[in-house]
Structures are given as C-alpha cells and as structure tokens.
C-alpha cells in the first residue's frame, strides 16, 4: 500500500534547508505539499484591533507562496492551497486520501502553538488514530537541542548567551533537497485559488513613487538577494561600517523579509559567510552579519523560554510595573507621522509607504513611543505586526520589549532622536527625503 504524506507549509516557503520537506520525499510514496490560508491571520490584532496583516506583508506572503508553487511544479509537484483553519483542513484532507503522517515546522508562539493542538485533538478524534504529526526545527542557526543549556536556562543577557554557543555549540550545514522530483500527489487533489486582497479583508495600497526597495516576495528572490549581497555587489566586507544607514537596498543585507518567511534559512546565509570568509575577506564585518543572526536566534529561544510573559505590558520585568497610556490622539500622531520630529516622522512616512524601516529607525521610533509619549510599547509592536513585511514575532515582540525597557535587559536606554539624526543623517537626505522638505528643526519641549 502506498504511504501518503502530508507537508504542511507555514513560515518554511522554500526547497533549501526544508528538513520537513526532505524527509516527506525521502519516506512517503505520495506527498501533499499544502498551505493553508488560516482567517485567523487576517482578522484584527490582540489588543488594539490594527489588521493583522496589512497589506504589504501580504503581498510578500502572496508573491511567496506562488513561488514556492512554481518551484514545487518544477520538482513535478504543485501547491496544494486551501483557505480555513488547518485544524479543520488537514484532518479533511487525512481522511480523504489515506495520509498517515504529517511533515511541518515547530512553531513556539502561542497562536501557533494552540494550532498545533488543536490540530492535534482533531487527528486524536478521529477513530482510526492513524496519523502521525513530526515536527521539524528549521528557524534558526542552531536547534534547541544543540545549545550548551536547556531551554528553560537560557541566559538572561544576549551576551552570555552568544559566549557559550558560540564556545560549545557548532552550527550545521543546510540540508540539501534529496531527490530530483517530489513524490506524486495523489490523483484528484485540485488547489483552491489564492485569495484576493479582497478576500483576505486587507486594503489595497497604491504603489508608492518614493519605495526605493527591491522586495519580491519568494525564495528566488531570496537566493538572488543573497548572491547579490554578499557575491555580485561585495557588500559583506562592509557591513559592520553600512548597517545603521537608512536609504537605499545596500547600506544592510535586507535578508529580513525572506528570513521571517522562511524563504531564506539563516543556515544558508551562515555557509554563504564562510564561503566569503574563505575566498574574498575574513573580517569584523563578515563576523558581524552573523553575530545579528544570534540575535535573532535569541530573541526566538527567549520568546520560547518566556511564553506568554513575553506579551503583557511589564513583558520581561514583571516588578517594574510601569503605567502604560494608551491615548489614541497621541498614538495616531506617531503612527501618521505626524510627531513634529522629522527623524522620528520620516521613519514612520518610510513604514507606511513601504511596509520596512531601518534597524536604526525601528529603535528610534519605539524609544520615542515608549519613552517620550509614553505609549504602551505594545500599540508599536502590534502596529509593525501589521506592516512590517519582515513581521517575526519573536524578534518584533523581543525588540520592543527591550526597547521599552521590559525585555531581556532591563536598561533603560532612551534615544534623542535630534542627536541620532545629526549623527546618521547628518546632511539631513532621509529626512528630505521622506518628508519632502530640507530639515528645518521643529524643536519641541521634549528636547529643549
Ligand atoms: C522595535 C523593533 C522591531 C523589530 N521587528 C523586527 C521584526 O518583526 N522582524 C525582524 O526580522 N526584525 C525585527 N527587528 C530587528 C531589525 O530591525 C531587523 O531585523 C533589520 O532591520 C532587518 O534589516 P536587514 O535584514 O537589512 O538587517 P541586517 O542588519 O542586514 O541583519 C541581518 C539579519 O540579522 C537579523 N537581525 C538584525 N538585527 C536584529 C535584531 N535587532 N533582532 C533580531 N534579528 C536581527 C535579521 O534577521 C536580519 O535580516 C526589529 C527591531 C526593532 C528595534
């Protein structure tokens, strides 16, 4: 009898790297390849009701998932698309073609998680209790399971945590696709339609004359940035130098897009480095772009440790006990662009038009949220949940959270966005730039 498998698709779109996927061919003789547009990610978010995710991350999502599609079609496969709960989805599609087992990405984030289970109790229900879920780790440069500690006892700071993987743990190579083609899907399985903009409930946006930005969504587009980074352009060998620039596609690596989908995997990114390091230039910059990438493994491994802590207003330093507002009149100011600081308002006009903003801009904005107006750090976090086409909820909620002083570190770092503009925008070209206007300084009472 044939065993039929099931990957299901989440924020892994992509061949390289994909352990589930991998596996999938290599053990089933059928394979269904399926992702699942879940209403859940376009309904309103938690707290203070902003659209999920707006237009841009969709697109991205979109322009994504056609291209996993293709690749899929080239491989002699195809993307089986359905709209609704995977909960409800999978065990219909269990139940219609005889899957015994499920191929997908861990997710650690309790949305996803109560999926997971839901999911779960869905398969268990049914009586044959025949279909086996494996979850795969595929997010980060290193797996749990091969940290120098549990994680329960990661530490606290960054900076411990990143000495000891960095002296104890070893970073694996990506896992080559095995096989030339995909396992058939079984006969009589059609997709559904990708969902229009309408659809999804999420506003059109026009195109907007000012995005400088190159961003398709996919992992071809991935791959090709990547080349294009580190090989065609020779950006790598300056990155430390460019990477708090804020105009243009080349002052950073713009990998984030791809990363957060799952388009890109960090453990392609790290072989590329080495590749560098050995042919061209081994130096702090080549260091630096993968120092960022154990950031961004921390904030996930951290969010994993803390669960839900990571999401309440005190996040994690629950004694601080700090009195959030939640002014919409002020809220709206910021979010529009509207403050009177340029730097802080060019950076807001850049997200709005384009769905990115600089790593520079992003701390400056949520200082200024947090710190300035007071705002709960919260109505920023979900406000970038909605725009940011590089929307990671482990590296958003553990970003802002620290920037409030309520993260990982309990600091308080407070940015003067009048002395950040004269230090990375010194002739005052993003400010122009985004606001049309050579920069008169509006000084307000907050900076007197
Ligand atoms: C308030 C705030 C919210 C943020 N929200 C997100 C988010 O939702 N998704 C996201 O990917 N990043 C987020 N970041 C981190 C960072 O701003 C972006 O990763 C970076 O700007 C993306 O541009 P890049 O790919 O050119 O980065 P590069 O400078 O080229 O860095 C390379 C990669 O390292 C990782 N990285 C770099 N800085 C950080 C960081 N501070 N934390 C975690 N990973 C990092 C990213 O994956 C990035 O693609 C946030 C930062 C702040 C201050």
């Known amino acids: 009898m044939n065993k039929v498998g099931l990957i299901w698709f989440r924020n892994d779109l992509r061949i390289h790297d994909n352990a589930a996927l991998s596996q999938a061919n290599q ?23 902003f659209e999920k995710t707006g237009f841009f991350r969709a697109q991205f999502l979109i322009e994504s998932i056609q291209d996993l599609n293709q690749s899929l079609q080239s491989l002699d496969s195809a993307l089986i698309l359905r709209n609704g709960n995977p909960e409800n989805i999978i065990p219909a599609l269990v139940k ?5 087992q499920i191929y997908c990405h861990k997710e650690i984030t309790h949305e996803e998680i109560n999926v997971e289970n839901a999911l779960l109790k869905a398969l268990n229900n049914d009586s044959k209790k025949n279909c086996h879920v494996q979850f795969f780790e595929g997010h980060t440069l290193y797996q749990a399971s091969e940290l120098p500690f549990s994680i329960q006892q990661i530490p606290q700071v960054f900076t411990q945590y990143r000495n000891a993987v960095e002296k104890h743990s070893k970073i694996n190579a990506p896992i080559p696709f095995a096989g030339s083609n995909l396992k058939d899907l079984p006969q009589g399985l059609a997709s559904e339609k990708i969902p229009s903009f309408q659809d999804l409930n999420i506003e059109e946006k026009q195109v907007d004359v000012r995005n400088q930005m190159n961003f398709a969504g996919g992992e071809t587009a991935g791959l090709k940035r990547l080349k294009e980074y580190i090989w065609d352009k020779d950006l790598l060998k300056t990155y430390k130098q460019t990477r708090n620039g804020l105009l243009g596609m080349d002052y950073s690596s713009k990998f984030s897009p791809w990363l957060a989908n799952g388009c890109l995997s960090p453990k392609m990114i790290y072989q590329e480095v080495q590749k560098y390091e050995r042919e061209r230039i081994k130096n702090d910059s080549t260091y630096w772009l993968i120092f960022e990438l154990l950031w961004r493994d921390f904030f996930r491994f951290t969010a994993q440790k803390q669960g839900n802590q990571l999401f309440r207003s005190n996040g994690l330093q629950p004694q601080k006990k700090i009195k959030w507002k939640t002014d919409h009149d002020l809220f709206l100011s910021w979010s529009n662009g509207e403050t009177g600081i340029p730097f802080i308002d060019a950076n807001m006009k850049e997200l709005n038009a384009t769905g990115f903003m600089s790593n520079r801009g992003r701390q400056n904005v949520a200082s200024y949220l947090t710190k300035h107006l007071g705002l709960d750090w919260r109505m920023g976090a979900e406000y970038f949940e909605s725009l940011l086409i590089d929307y990671d909820v482990c590296s958003n909620y553990g970003n802002w959270a620290y920037i409030a002083g309520v993260g990982n ?40």
């Open 96 to 100: 219609e073609f005889g899957v015994s």
């Open 27 to 49: 053990e089933c003789d059928l394979l269904i390849p399926l992702y699942c547009f879940d209403p859940r990610h376009y309904a309103k978010t938690h707290l203070f009701g």
């Open 409 to 448: 570190d309990p600091i308080d770092r407070i940015f003067n966005p009048h002395k950040q503009a004269d230090q990375y925008d010194s002739k005052g070209k993003y400010v122009e730039y985004w606001l049309g206007e050579s920069i008169v300084e509006k000084q307000t009472s907050l900076f007197d």
